[in-house]
């Protein structure tokens, strides 16, 4: 995942969690685009994050749809929406826990200020 340490650095210690899940999301996309196969056991895929890693992992989980979209035979890009160019092939990334993880930390934060 190209930018990995980029996103880990914007999310800072605060979102260090949070970023570690949304990078687990692209790794779960990026397995349906490209499975294991036999005959793939020494290639390696590159994996793309420029649009997440400018943003904070709150920031990612307030635009909910998030894809990665395979560019090439070994190379994909994460991006906001779903391109229906030619012969595009992309994977959603499912970032319900994250979303889940935010609305809950909101809900906690407002109950302690409204007592």
């Known amino acids: 995942v190209y930018y990995a340490p980029a996103l880990l650095q914007k999310a800072g210690a605060t979102q260090a969690l949070e970023a570690l899940m949304i990078l687990a999301a692209v790794l779960r996309a990026a397995r349906c685009l490209f499975p294991c196969q036999d005959g ?18 709150s920031t990612i989980a307030q635009r909910k749809e998030w894809y990665v979209s395979r560019i090439g035979n070994c190379d994909a890009e994460v991006v906001g929406e779903f391109l229906n160019e030619g012969v595009c092939v992309a994977a959603p990334l499912d970032l319900d826990l994250l979303c889940q993880r935010f609305i809950s930390q909101y809900e906690a934060l407002e109950t302690v200020t409204t007592f």
């Open 40 to 57: 793939s056991v020494e290639s390696t895929a590159t994996v793309r994050i420029d649009a997440l890693k400018v943003l904070t992992p």
